[in-house]
């Protein structure tokens, strides 16, 4: 009995969350791009799926962007299937992607989920991406905070706002619009023009690593909402970062590594 | 005379600063590894320096840890004689790294630093390989802090933890103990258990992605700073951060897609 139990109907197969990067192969990591080449089905949202190189065995079950659960779950049968399961995000699979709510159906789905196999496969996120078109605006303390208000509350984001800017984080914003969430980004602008000084450099960092790659950096008393897209990373700085003007190029913003927390516009920092 | 100016007396040449990745070759991408191939000469913190598989004819030229303005300077300065430098960091150079560095130096150096080409490639930085290694611990809104004291002083670090603790983001802290840092990873923990409820997750992750990996699991209540070395990367979950625990593997952590900012110790977020 046991000799000619077929792989489909034996033991399960394993599932990898794997990080694709912001942009192009360029800055996939070998071993994303080696856990690829093993799987044989592909879970996640359409653009994802289809930018990736398949082979004829391999099988794409692309999603809307909306369906992460269903998607999860989705995925982790064919793994109990026995088959090799890839699930795909963009930048890295563990910052506001697929790993969380992989984690979240085992957490609430069937006990024997628990005993599949599951990898991760870290990858190059957004904000690092952006950051490096710039100089290095992530140079020192930071935080990622998703402007999505679709699973929490918008009075939580706003108090996280303020808390993070009143402590001279430098912030970056994931999921800033969409096109049901149109207003939330000028509102996050809004608080913030309120803690931090007019100056502060905003950059908007869209499709980062990819041919339709686009970069602005303005001060925070310009910054629009209509500046950013879906695909776009927003990062706010600091009152003490830095913009350094160049002749001929486009000036870099930093973090200096040394901070005071006396910067302007600190108006609740420790002295 | 402009015919004959050889390459090292003639135009500048350029610097690229590159993230290596957290780990082994798997883990640094394609444009790191092109970056790496086309510098002649290297300039980093020893272990990152002595890494690189380097060609007869690349230079290294490594440092000491805490010697990072003076090492930005010279390699500004080889880049100007005309050398195509590159300045390495494990993880992204954009994280508590080189690229702040070499920002620094430009925005306080002469002005004929600001002609020069930089370029800034990133890395998959620490916590997001430490994480993937648990599950996805930074899945929603999180930030990163230096605990290193050397550059800002600690009341300002304290202050830092009390706001991001108590807004509900996961921290992830690098640079957590040095041997001139003995106490802070102790006294920050201490912070956070006022804060953050006793069973919070964390987890330690030493060397993620090298063959001397090391990631441990512990309550909060538990914690304790000899758990940690200066390569290791820490991470606290938030009051909403979730464990699975399972049987015959290792426990994954994750922090919730939606958050309530209700959970327990909350006790200063909007209801």
Same mark, same amino acid.
Do not use: K
């Given at each position: 009995m046991s000799g000619d139990a077929s792989r489909n109907d034996a033991a399960p197969g394993r599932l990898t969350v794997i990080g694709l990067g912001p942009g192009g192969p360029e800055q996939m990591t070998p071993?994303?791009?080696?856990?690829?080449?093993?799987?044989?089905?592909?879970f996640g949202?359409?653009?994802?799926?289809?930018?990736?190189?398949?082979?004829p065995h391999q099988r794409r079950h692309a999603s809307d962007n909306r369906e992460e659960l269903a998607r999860a779950? =989705? =995925?982790?049968?064919?793994?109990?299937?026995g088959r090799e399961v890839a699930v795909v995000s963009g930048g890295d699979a563990g910052v506001f992607a697929m790993a969380a709510a992989i984690c979240e159906a085992i957490d609430h789905g069937p006990a024997e989920w628990r005993a599949l196999d599951i990898a991760i496969v870290p990858g190059v996120t957004a904000m690092?991406?952006?950051a490096a078109c710039v100089g290095a605006p992530l140079g020192h303390d930071f935080c990622a905070i998703s402007l999505s208000d679709n699973l929490k509350p918008w009075e939580l984001? =706003? =108090?996280?706002?303020?808390a993070v800017a009143g402590a001279g984080l430098v912030i970056a914003l994931y999921n800033p619009v969409s096109r049901a969430r149109p207003w939330q980004l000028g509102e996050a602008f809004d608080i913030?023009?309120?803690i931090l000084p007019a100056r502060t450099p905003v950059v908007f960092g869209r499709a980062a690593g990819r041919p339709d790659?686009?970069?602005?950096?303005?001060?925070l008393a310009e910054a629009r909402s209509d500046m950013a897209d879906m695909a776009t990373c927003v990062i706010i700085g600091s009152p003490e970062t830095r913009l350094i003007a160049r002749d001929g190029r486009p000036p870099l913003v930093y973090a200096p590594r040394s901070a005071t927390g006396a910067g302007p516009g600190s108006t609740d920092r420790p002295s």
């Open positions: 071993e994303a791009r080696n856990a690829v080449a093993r799987a044989t089905d592909f949202y359409f653009p994802y799926v289809e930018r990736l190189a398949l082979g779950r =989705a =995925a982790l049968d064919m793994a109990m299937a690092l991406a952006v984001i =706003a =108090a996280r706002l303020r913030l023009r309120g790659e686009r970069v602005a950096i303005v001060p």
